[in-house]
């Protein structure tokens, strides 16, 4: 398979007692976008700096397809990286930040000009050739940013972090660009991220990772549907994983129901959240294990305070790991 291909690869800092990312084998295939998620620390922007050739593997191999990276030169390895400071030549322009890779490749002036205007048209900020770099909003730079990092036709795009000092709304709105760029090109990338809605809304893979191991990877919606690990369940967002005396179980949302009245154990509601189309409604049973409902429109009884029945379809739990 074309794409790139790490396998049991280990990156061990000076002075340091843990590996910082230990024994990740990982697919990633050609064309698509795999986000690499997971807590502060977890090794995610050191697997990305490996990757890059920025440190060394205390051991593994990094291939693309047939071809052994592991000990090419940085610049040979045909990749691009977007980092969280866009780190933009401020006394150039927007035309001469993007054309930067070009000219270091020995394009033509016309050629670089032609490939210029074509990223600047597809990242929406057409017309801002000649703008100055210190003239641009934290978005705008962004941008710049990635048409940078794409303008010379990378096999594989790296990017750390790249929106994580912009506010929400702004933030949502690059992912979706940035999705659809990637899409248009056909661009390999891997998107580091510690946020999961971030790597959900960009990636058509998911890699997660804990205390600098891979833990599971896989279609976001295989992933979502069997995260096999209480961490995996909880980091991605599952609410309702219940730690028993033998196993830790996944009780999907589908599985649970609350009514006013009913058969099921008497709970309590805790609270209730407004998340925009939806409320999430928290109770808790008798035995003081908290459970976490969605309401859809017909849960407007469930205010705290009120007291209902919670009937969980158990046939439907996963056991984890």
């Given at each position: ?17 843990a ?5 990740v084998?990982?697919?990633v ?5 795999t ?10 922007s050191?697997?990305?700096?490996a990757?890059?050739g920025l ?5 593994g ?10 000990a ?12 969280q ?18 000219k270091?490749q020995?394009?033509g002036?016309?050629a ?12 929406g ?5 000649d703008?100055?770099a ?13 048409a940078?990092?794409l303008a ?6 790296l ?9 929400r709304?702004?933030r ?11 899409a248009?090109?056909?661009?390999t ?17 998911l890699?997660?990772?804990n205390q600098?191991r ?18 995996v369940a ?13 196993a830790?179980?996944l009780?999907?949302?589908?599985a649970?129901?609350?009514d006013p ?14 998340v ?10 008798s035995?003081?294990?908290q459970?976490?409902v ?17 009937s ?10």
């Amino acid at each position: 398979m074309t794409g790139l291909d790490l396998q049991a690869v280990t990156v061990r800092y000076p002075g340091t007692a843990a590996d910082a990312v230990s024994d990740v084998s990982l697919l990633v295939p050609e064309g698509s976008t795999t986000a690499l998620v997971g807590p502060s620390g977890c090794g995610k922007s050191s697997l990305l700096r490996a990757v890059a050739g920025l440190v060394p593997l205390a051991s593994g191999s990094i291939r693309w397809g047939s071809t052994d990276l592991t000990a090419t030169p940085i610049h040979e390895r045909q990749l691009s990286l977007m980092f969280q400071h866009h780190a933009l030549f401020s006394h150039r322009t927007v035309a001469q930040n993007v054309a930067f890779g070009l000219k270091m490749q020995g394009l033509g002036r016309a050629a670089q000009g032609d490939r210029v205007a074509e990223l600047l048209q597809m990242v929406g900020l057409a017309g801002f050739g000649d703008r100055s770099a210190d003239q641009l909003s934290g978005g705008e730079a962004q941008r710049v940013a990635l048409a940078r990092a794409l303008a010379p036709s990378p096999r594989l795009l790296l990017l750390d972090e790249p929106l994580a000092s912009l506010d929400r709304v702004l933030r949502e709105h690059l992912l979706e660009e940035i999705r659809s760029v990637l899409a248009t090109l056909g661009q390999t990338a891997i998107f580091v991220t510690h946020d999961i809605s971030d790597a959900l809304t960009v990636g058509d893979r998911l890699a997660v990772m804990n205390q600098g191991r891979l833990v599971r990877a896989g279609r976001p919606e295989d992933v979502w549907q069997s995260p096999q690990s209480a961490f995996v369940a909880r980091f991605i967002g599952h609410r309702n994983v219940v730690d028993g005396p033998d196993a830790t179980m996944l009780v999907p949302d589908a599985a649970i129901s609350l009514d006013p009245s009913g058969d099921g154990d008497r709970v309590l509601v805790q609270q209730r959240r407004f998340v925009g189309r939806s409320a999430d409604v928290a109770c808790v049973d008798s035995t003081g294990q908290q459970w976490w409902v969605t309401d859809t429109g017909e849960l407007g009884w469930a205010q705290p305070g009120a007291v209902g029945s919670l009937s969980i379809d158990w046939t439907r739990a996963q056991r984890l790991e």
